[in-house]
């Protein structure tokens, strides 16, 4: 089975680095990495509709406009069941809280340990080899 993972950042070298870190997982086709470089275009995405679906949103806290916190919320209230890790360079306290509080499964700072988020994966995704 193939999995739908959505990550959502501004920075311009994310999806190169995804996409190098998890280089074995797309060649076996067990991943599709979708990208968006804001929250607005990640809601776009999600209402046009992904393929595979997305079944994990990685998601960054600061972004231009709508934040990744702000994100979180609506995806809280219009797709409950899909899980989202917040990725970011602001790992204090108060960020974890409320990122947890407002319905993310996990937060991974940056720069990101790729061995700790595919853990975070396997955990949310246990039928991937993240």
Same mark, same amino acid.
């Given at each position: 089975?193939?999995? %739908? ?22 060649? @076996? ?7 968006? @470089? ?19 949103? *990685?998601?960054?806290? @600061? ?7 702000? *994100? ?8 409950? %069941? ?17 990122? *947890? ?16 988020? @595919? ?12």
């Amino acid at each position: 089975m193939t999995v %739908g993972i959505l990550v959502v950042d501004d920075e311009p070298d994310v999806e190169d680095l995804f996409r190098q870190r998890f280089r074995s997982e797309l060649r @076996k086709g067990q991943l599709v990495l979708h990208f968006a @470089k804001s929250a607005e275009e990640a809601l776009a995405l999600l209402d046009g509709g992904l393929d595979p679906e997305a079944v994990l949103v *990685l998601s960054d806290i @600061k972004m231009p406009g709508m934040s990744g916190l702000d *994100l979180l919320q609506r995806l809280r209230a219009e797709t409950p %069941g899909v899980p989202v890790v917040m990725v970011t360079a602001y790992g204090d306290a108060e960020s974890r809280r409320r990122a *947890l509080d407002e319905g993310a499964l996990d937060l991974v700072t940056k720069p990101v340990d790729f061995v700790a988020l @595919k853990k975070v994966m396997n955990s949310v995704l246990p039928h991937t080899a993240a």
